[in-house]
């Protein structure tokens, strides 16, 4: 089945307390980013990565970092975790292509800093 | 830089009624693609419905369909029929037709639809 996993789900943490949310998809997709969700503000993007060893900040890249050693997986990692990043978080994949094709999204993780 | 704006924060249908969920964007390209996400409860996010810019004809997938006025940048989504599952929040997508850069997906707000039993 085709799919993206992301885990935790769910994660409460204190600020500072340094964390990776993995990604991971097993469709062989050029294409992953990382999105956060906020009410009111939709959907916005983090991190986005081209193939592997090819990242780039996206629109709210501040106080996030990634990485892609292999295709497949797309790790978010925040160094040191503040209040204003929780939120809910989706990874997201796709084929490297002029934008028509299926954009495959995580369940979301779900992250609380206090 | 491109926009979706959604301003309508909250609606509410009868069951088995129609709704229709507003969309603008702005953009100065010519090659996108615009989509209708579904967030239900479970927060996945599901893809409802898509339209390729250079297509005249308006999308259509079973009970939902879009009006896509590409010059007034309108792209409204009409649900028929309405069922209980539904009931969801919905975001509109622009994405830019490119290939080899960054074409990710803008979102609007959101719509959190109700559907009264």
């Known amino acids: 089945e085709a799919q993206v996993t992301q885990n935790p789900r769910y994660l409460i943490t204190v600020t500072g307390k340094k964390l990776t949310v993995t990604c991971s998809q097993n469709?062989?997709?050029?294409?992953m980013s990382w999105y956060r969700q906020d009410p009111g503000l939709g959907l916005r993007q983090i991190y986005y990565?081209?193939?592997?060893?090819?990242?780039d900040k996206g629109d709210v890249p501040e106080g996030y970092k990634v990485s892609r050693k292999e295709k497949r997986n797309f790790p978010l990692i925040l160094e040191s975790p503040s209040p204003n990043q929780t939120s809910l978080y989706f990874c997201?994949?796709?084929?490297?292509?002029?934008?028509?094709?299926?954009?495959?999204f995580g369940p979301g993780t779900r992250l609380t800093v206090t | 830089a491109q926009t979706v704006t959604q301003s309508q924060p909250e609606m509410s249908v009868q069951e088995a009624e129609t709704v229709t969920l507003s969309c603008t964007y702005d953009?100065?390209?010519?090659?996108?693609?615009l989509f209708w996400y579904k967030q239900p409860p479970s927060r996945q996010m599901i893809l409802v419905i898509r339209?390729?810019?250079?297509?005249?004809q308006n999308a259509t997938e079973n009970r939902f369909s879009v009006n896509f006025q590409k010059a007034a940048k309108s792209f409204s989504l009409k649900i028929s029929d309405s069922q209980l599952g539904d009931a969801a929040m919905y975001f509109c997508?622009?994405?830019?037709?490119?290939?080899?850069?960054?074409?990710?997906?803008?979102f609007g707000k959101g719509i959190t639809l109700s559907v009264r039993p």
């Open positions: 997201a994949s796709r084929m490297m292509d002029r934008g028509s094709g299926m954009q495959y």
């Open positions: 990565s081209m193939n592997v060893e090819v990242t």
């Open positions: 997508a622009y994405r830019r037709g490119i290939t080899g850069a960054n074409s990710k997906l803008t």
């Open positions: 339209q390729e810019a250079y297509k005249q």
């Open positions: 469709m062989n997709h050029e294409y």
């Open positions: 953009t100065s390209e010519s090659d996108y693609y």
